[in-house]
């Protein structure tokens, strides 16, 4: 076999070895309170709100149009503006991180984001839950670029399938994702 295709094996051998990384490790944390039974929660959901500082992307319309497209696939909330239980969500963080650094050397460069939720009893005033999801991604190699742009909606895949327990847990009907 001649040198350069050895090489040119060697070269994509060690890109891939890189890759030995969960896509989205997420870790939840929950403050799960019941709410009253509804056959499907009525909800009313605020535009999420970005506290993360970061420029040059319009984070809080990412996480809202994601949170609304998620809730709506749950099929487990109906969502109007006369909601009784209001959603209203925070981006508390986010790092865009690095494809590259994560191939070098896992843990470095990491893509990270979590979104906090918290429901509302709208008749009451109480707070019914506080939600937190996150995700990240902290290693892999070239597979992983573009992880800043599914970080956020992979944390709200946590926050709602917490909801989705919590309309259980309340006595609503619990259906399946898909």
């Known amino acids: 076999m001649p040198p350069r295709l050895i090489a040119i094996r060697m070269l994509a051998l060690s890109m891939l070895s890189g890759c030995a990384a969960d896509w989205a490790h997420k ?16 909800i009313r959901v605020q535009a999420c709100i970005d506290r993360t500082g970061y420029a040059g992307r319009d984070l809080g319309r990412e996480a809202t149009e994601a949170f609304l497209e998620k809730l709506k696939e749950a099929a487990d909330f109906e969502i109007s503006a006369e909601g009784r239980y209001v ?38 005033g109480e707070t019914v839950a506080i939600i937190r999801g996150n995700a990240t991604v902290a290693g892999g190699g070239l597979y992983t670029i573009g992880a800043d742009r599914v970080i956020l909606a992979s944390a709200i895949d946590d926050v709602v399938r917490q909801m989705r327990e919590l309309a259980a847990r309340s006595g609503g009907e619990t259906r399946s994702t898909h």
């Not at 403050?31 to 009525?42: E, V, Y």
């Not at 508390?92 to 009893?121: H, N, Y």
């Open 27 to 42: 870790q939840s944390l929950a403050d799960l309170r019941p709410i009253a039974s509804h056959a499907r929660l009525p």
């Open 87 to 124: 959603v209203s969500c925070d981006l508390s963080a986010f790092a865009e991180g690095s494809a590259f650094k994560r191939w070098l050397l896992p843990g470095w460069g990491a893509t990270a984001g979590q979104v906090a939720v918290m429901v509302t009893d709208s008749r009451s």
